[in-house]
Structure formats: structure tokens, C-alpha cells
């Protein structure tokens, strides 16, 4: 999942979405 790494913020943000939930209040 992190094969770019920090270098993909959006990659990473999406990434964090889905371990969080897809109905988890997330604000960036």
C-alpha cells in the first residue's frame, strides 16, 4: 500500500480512510 510512501499524501489519506471506515467522520 505505501510502495510510493510519504511522498503520496492523497495515496496515504486514502489508505488511512479505509482502515478508519468509509463512515468515520474524516476531516483533512
Do not use: K, N, Q
Request: proline share 14%.
Amino acid at each position: 500500500v505505501y510502495a510510493e510512501g510519504p511522498a503520496r499524501p492523497t495515496g496515504g489519506a486514502a489508505a488511512v480512510a479505509m482502515l478508519i471506515g468509509p463512515h468515520a467522520p474524516i476531516v483533512f
